[in-house]
């Protein structure tokens, strides 16, 4: 039988009105451990479900055959499937190669790769599953550790049985770069969670590792040229030459390619820390603390600079094996520049015009530093000027509008914009943002241009203990965007699929389920705390600064805002939910008022308890046990609103007008640095109570 789209054949339930009333938080974690079909993420291109007899029943062995002796990193693979289903069961299943053609897994591998992934690597992969077997079939290597990654994820739970069900698929990427950006300048971030993050990374199919190694607070490499660079800018955290050398070569045993970055002219400090006679204005400098785009920046008129640059970038490339190298390039403001009159001089007797002329000079500088070295020079919007080389690569956050522009001017680029995981939107934002909309009218040979994307985890308000719960499980839904077809863009099939995903994701060894943690905090407690923190989310965009500005690196992340998730579950529920009731013509007899009820109630109680917890009086305390009240004060409102429904009453207004005092207070952002998402859907039942007649607000599908 032929295959077809994915978009008309795959067979997921949906998340619709039916399935809202009975879906609570709980129900979302039994759908994580027994989903009616395999929950597979990205989608792929081409899937049938049910196509043959004979799913494989998973039992204390999975036995499974290679076409090539020597293919060490798929062995690997098939072990850590092996790792993961052992976790996900709770009993142990135990991986052996044999050679059999009977083998419960048949891999076959047409061209066996290179040990380090390159872009444009041929990943496709065909997955048959029937009669007991399941045939994995891939031109590359590459190819088939995606196929891999596909079969761990399609692991089921049939009652006592845990079975790989029939299928058949063939998939391949939609666009070839598919990252995920780590900044580990900002707040350091060690081995560990670059290790389980790249195993993360593998499981969806993402395959670059963009690494952010400099910034103003912090230069987290060693240098073996320049040694002060380390010694000064890193406060004793950065990664050796021999541990970057493990991150390449771990990320290339799962197929995935590791692209340093170190940023200049701007965002320089940790630099010029060490070396201020590079800076445009004289030091001393030190490290910043805060956050923000600062003035240091270095000299592109210096000699000198060019000759370290040549030197480290030298010693990087080395230790760095993929053809492309990011310089960052963003945010010079421009204000040591302007006020240096040698370097003003230097614009006008070279002429350069401008600031903007004078960055391009660098960057040629920079460029030729490494082709010399084989690298192609990969950098943010800001480097897009005339007289760029048109090799180099451009990694736009300004968005498609953007980096449409560079389409069209012949430079390849890959797309940020959309995907900023730190800003903390829900994952339907960012599954619905493209690197090539709909509405492009780029022609074929510029979308070409167009790589595909990642994800930026940028670090000010992530340690190790709280960074997996703000990468996953929404960079899964980023993850589908760059792999699965154009087409697949339905967010409540995304959203049904997604906590199969996250159970998934923490099989394969992320932490996000493990936070956060409450030491010493009695059960009861524990569990009201983190309710608390799943009725709010962290606030949008780059408010958080402005809320909490004493905030500095060394400030401990251990607040309401880092324990609760960028995509709350049971608000989302709760909004989908009233959607579903609204919709349904507002009856006050509908089963989805008790949803909404027992929800409010789990709310109200929580907030009750938490704002207990919250007993001290110094500032933070103070409004955290008000943001608690605030809590219960806006389930109260949302319980009498369901109560007066229920009861086919009207609200009256002198009790609706506090109400709605209620809801205007807890909608402004407070120094707590999180917001409530439901209060959209607590609008809207107020006004469904105090006006039957007149219809509430629609609500989007997310929030």
Same mark, same amino acid.
């Given at each position: 039988?032929? $295959?077809?789209?994915?978009? #008309?054949?795959?067979?997921?339930?949906? !998340?619709?009105?039916?399935? +809202? &009333?009975?879906? /609570?938080? %709980?129900?979302?974690?039994?759908?994580?451990?027994?989903?009616?079909?395999?929950?597979?993420?990205?989608?792929?291109?081409?899937?049938?479900?049910?196509?043959?007899?004979?799913?494989?029943?998973?039992?204390?062995?999975?036995?499974?055959?290679?076409?090539?002796?020597?293919?060490?990193?798929?062995?690997?693979?098939?072990?850590?499937?092996?790792?993961?289903?052992?976790?996900?069961?709770?009993?142990?299943?135990?991986?052996?190669?044999?050679?059999?053609?009977?083998?419960?897994?048949?891999?076959?591998?047409?061209?066996?790769?290179?040990?380090?992934?390159?872009?444009?690597?041929?990943?496709?992969?065909?997955?048959?599953?029937?009669?007991?077997?399941?045939?994995?079939?891939?031109?590359?290597?590459?190819?088939? $550790?995606?196929?891999?990654? #596909?079969?761990?994820?399609?692991?089921? !739970?049939?009652?006592?049985? +845990? &079975?790989?069900? /029939?299928? %058949?698929?063939?998939?391949?990427?939609?666009?070839?770069?598919?990252?995920?950006?780590?900044?580990?300048?900002?707040?350091?971030?060690?081995?560990?969670?670059?290790?389980?993050?790249?195993?993360?990374?593998?499981?969806?199919?993402?395959?670059?590792?963009?690494?952010?190694?400099?910034?103003?607070?912090?230069?987290?490499?060693?240098?073996?040229?320049?040694?002060?660079?380390?010694?000064?800018?890193?406060?004793?955290?950065?990664?050796?030459?021999?541990?970057?050398?493990?991150?390449?070569?771990?990320?290339?045993?799962?197929?995935?390619?590791?692209?340093?970055?170190?940023?200049?002219?701007?965002?320089?400090?940790?630099?010029?820390?060490?070396?201020?006679?590079?800076?445009?204005?004289?030091?001393?400098?030190?490290?910043?603390?805060?956050?923000?785009?600062?003035?240091?920046?270095?000299?592109?008129?210096?000699?000198?600079?060019?000759?370290?640059?040549?030197?480290?970038?030298?010693?990087?490339?080395?230790?760095?094996?993929?053809?492309?190298?990011?310089?960052?390039?963003?945010?010079?403001?421009?204000?040591?520049?302007?006020?240096?009159?040698?370097?003003?001089?230097?614009?006008?007797?070279?002429?350069?015009?401008?600031?903007?002329?004078?960055?391009?000079?660098?960057?040629?500088?920079?460029?030729?530093?490494?082709?010399?070295?084989?690298?192609?020079?990969?950098?943010?919007?800001?480097?897009?000027?005339?007289?760029?080389?048109?090799?180099?690569?451009?990694?736009?956050?300004?968005?498609?509008?953007?980096?449409?522009?560079?389409?069209?001017?012949?430079?390849?680029?890959?797309?940020?914009?959309?995907?900023?995981?730190?800003?903390?939107?829900?994952?339907?934002?960012?599954?619905?943002?493209?690197?090539?909309?709909?509405?492009?009218?780029?022609?074929?040979?510029?979308?070409?241009?167009?790589?595909?994307?990642?994800?930026?985890?940028?670090?000010?308000?992530?340690?190790?203990?709280?960074?997996?719960?703000?990468?996953?499980?929404?960079?899964?839904?980023?993850?589908?965007?760059?792999?699965?077809?154009?087409?697949?863009?339905?967010?409540?099939?995304?959203?049904?699929?997604?906590?199969?995903?996250?159970?998934?994701?923490?099989?394969?060894?992320?932490?996000?389920?493990?936070?956060?943690?409450?030491?010493?905090?009695?059960?009861?407690?524990?569990?009201?705390?983190?309710?608390?923190?799943?009725?709010?989310?962290?606030?949008?965009?780059?408010?958080?600064?402005?809320?909490?500005?004493?905030?500095?690196?060394?400030?401990?992340?251990?607040?309401?805002?880092?324990?609760?998730?960028?995509?709350?579950?049971?608000?989302?529920?709760?909004?989908?939910?009233?959607?579903?009731?609204?919709?349904?013509?507002?009856?006050?007899?509908?089963?989805?008022?008790?949803?909404?009820?027992?929800?409010?109630?789990?709310?109200?109680?929580?907030?009750?308890?938490?704002?207990?917890?919250?007993?001290?009086?110094?500032?933070?305390?103070?409004?955290?046990?008000?943001?608690?009240?605030?809590?219960?004060?806006?389930?109260?409102?949302?319980?009498?609103?369901?109560?007066?429904?229920?009861?086919?009453?009207?609200?009256?207004?002198?009790?609706?007008?506090?109400?709605?005092?209620?809801?205007?207070?807890?909608?402004?952002?407070?120094?707590?640095?999180?917001?409530?998402?439901?209060?959209?859907?607590?609008?809207?039942?107020?006004?469904?109570?105090?006006?039957?007649?007149?219809?509430?607000?629609?609500?989007?599908?997310?929030?």
């Amino acid at each position: 039988m032929p $295959l077809k789209n994915s978009s #008309t054949v795959y067979l997921f339930k949906q !998340l619709g009105a039916g399935i +809202a &009333v009975g879906m /609570a938080v %709980a129900a979302i974690a039994r759908a994580a451990d027994h989903p009616s079909s395999p929950a597979l993420m990205p989608l792929p291109s081409q899937l049938q479900l049910g196509t043959a007899q004979g799913e494989i029943v998973v039992q204390e062995t999975l036995s499974f055959s290679l076409s090539s002796k020597d293919e060490p990193r798929v062995e690997a693979a098939v072990a850590r499937l092996g790792q993961a289903w052992t976790r996900h069961l709770g009993r142990s299943v135990r991986v052996a190669l044999t050679n059999a053609m009977r083998a419960q897994l048949l891999i076959t591998i047409a061209h066996p790769t290179d040990a380090l992934p390159a872009l444009g690597d041929n990943e496709s992969y065909q997955l048959k599953v029937s009669q007991g077997q399941a045939v994995l079939t891939a031109e590359t290597t590459v190819g088939a $550790l995606r196929g891999l990654a #596909t079969l761990q994820q399609a692991l089921m !739970l049939q009652g006592d049985r +845990a &079975v790989v069900p /029939a299928m %058949a698929i063939e998939d391949s990427p939609r666009f070839p770069w598919r990252g995920l950006m780590i900044d580990v300048s900002r707040h350091w971030q060690p081995m560990a969670v670059i290790k389980r993050n790249l195993d993360g990374m593998a499981l969806v199919k993402l395959n670059v590792l963009h690494l952010h190694l400099t910034d103003d607070q912090g230069f987290r490499v060693e240098s073996r040229t320049h040694p002060e660079l380390t010694a000064k800018g890193s406060d004793g955290n950065y990664f050796t030459q021999e541990q970057l050398s493990e991150i390449v070569a771990y990320a290339a045993e799962r197929g995935i390619r590791v692209v340093p970055e170190f940023d200049v002219p701007g965002h320089a400090t940790s630099w010029v820390v060490s070396h201020p006679e590079l800076a445009s204005q004289p030091g001393p400098y030190r490290i910043e603390r805060h956050w923000g785009v600062f003035n240091p920046v270095l000299d592109p008129t210096n000699e000198k600079t060019y000759a370290l640059l040549s030197d480290f970038f030298g010693e990087m490339c080395a230790l760095f094996p993929d053809a492309f190298f990011h310089i960052g390039g963003d945010e010079n403001n421009g204000v040591q520049w302007n006020a240096n009159p040698r370097i003003q001089a230097f614009i006008r007797e070279h002429g350069l015009k401008d600031n903007a002329g004078l960055h391009n000079y660098f960057n040629q500088r920079v460029s030729e530093i490494l082709r010399r070295q084989g690298k192609r020079l990969l950098g943010w919007d800001e480097i897009l000027n005339p007289g760029l080389p048109p090799e180099s690569v451009i990694d736009s956050w300004r968005g498609p509008d953007a980096l449409a522009e560079a389409a069209r001017r012949g430079y390849a680029g890959i797309l940020a914009n959309g995907y900023y995981i730190d800003l903390n939107f829900p994952a339907r934002d960012h599954y619905l943002s493209d690197p090539l909309p709909a509405d492009s009218t780029l022609n074929a040979e510029q979308r070409a241009h167009v790589l595909g994307g990642e994800a930026p985890m940028w670090a000010e308000w992530v340690n190790p203990d709280n960074i997996d719960t703000r990468i996953w499980p929404r960079t899964a839904a980023i993850a589908e965007r760059f792999w699965s077809p154009a087409a697949v863009r339905d967010v409540a099939d995304m959203y049904a699929r997604l906590p199969a995903i996250d159970r998934a994701l923490q099989d394969a060894g992320l932490r996000q389920g493990d936070w956060p943690v409450f030491p010493g905090v009695a059960a009861p407690m524990a569990k009201a705390l983190a309710l608390l923190a799943n009725a709010v989310e962290p606030v949008k965009k780059y408010q958080r600064g402005g809320l909490q500005p004493d905030h500095v690196q060394s400030t401990p992340l251990n607040q309401l805002a880092d324990w609760s998730r960028p995509n709350s579950t049971s608000a989302r529920i709760f909004n989908e939910t009233f959607q579903a009731w609204l919709e349904n013509g507002s009856s006050n007899h509908d089963a989805r008022l008790d949803v909404m009820e027992k929800q409010l109630r789990v709310w109200q109680e929580a907030g009750s308890r938490s704002a207990d917890f919250f007993s001290g009086t110094d500032r933070v305390s103070v409004a955290q046990r008000q943001t608690a009240a605030a809590l219960r004060a806006i389930s109260d409102v949302g319980l009498e609103c369901v109560k007066a429904i229920r009861d086919r009453r009207l609200v009256a207004q002198e009790t609706a007008q506090p109400a709605r005092a209620i809801l205007d207070q807890a909608a402004i952002p407070t120094s707590t640095a999180v917001e409530f998402p439901f209060l959209p859907s607590l609008r809207g039942l107020l006004s469904a109570a105090t006006a039957r007649e007149s219809s509430a607000p629609i609500l989007p599908q997310d929030h």
